[in-house]
């Protein structure tokens, strides 16, 4: 088992920046791709980045130059760096973790851009 804990969401004006981390325990020797989907009202879960033990990493194309998705092997940790951040970019962000062929999900953290 993995247990997810994010943090850094919050509200912020079109433009700005924020800092999304996640921080995994529990059986955390076995995960392999850490990384970030996101739900808007009324719209389904997308994937928005990942990156992979190894360090390659994956962006949806509406993200790509604007975010960036790091980890931290040492504290277990994955940062995704949100930056130019535009109205459609509200939404509930989550945190995913594979391990072990199995897929964990964090609680979600609310980012809010406003106009």
């Known amino acids: 088992q993995v247990q997810l804990v994010e943090s850094g969401g919050g509200a912020v004006q079109a433009g700005g920046s924020l800092r999304l981390s996640c921080a995994a325990s529990?059986?955390?020797?076995?995960?392999?791709?850490m990384g970030w989907s996101r739900q808007a009202p009324g719209k389904q879960r997308e994937l928005v980045a990942t990156?992979?033990?190894?360090?390659?990493?994956y962006y949806a194309d509406s993200v790509k130059g604007r975010f960036t998705i790091s980890r931290d092997n040492a504290k277990n940790t994955v940062y995704l760096q949100m930056n130019s951040l535009k109205p459609e970019d509200t939404a509930v962000y989550y945190c995913?973790?594979?391990?072990?062929?199995?897929?964990?999900w964090g609680q979600g953290t609310q980012v809010t851009v406003s106009s």
């Open positions: 990156i992979s033990s190894g360090g390659s990493t």
């Open positions: 995913r973790v594979f391990s072990r062929s199995t897929l964990y």
């Open positions: 529990g059986s955390i020797s076995s995960i392999n791709t």
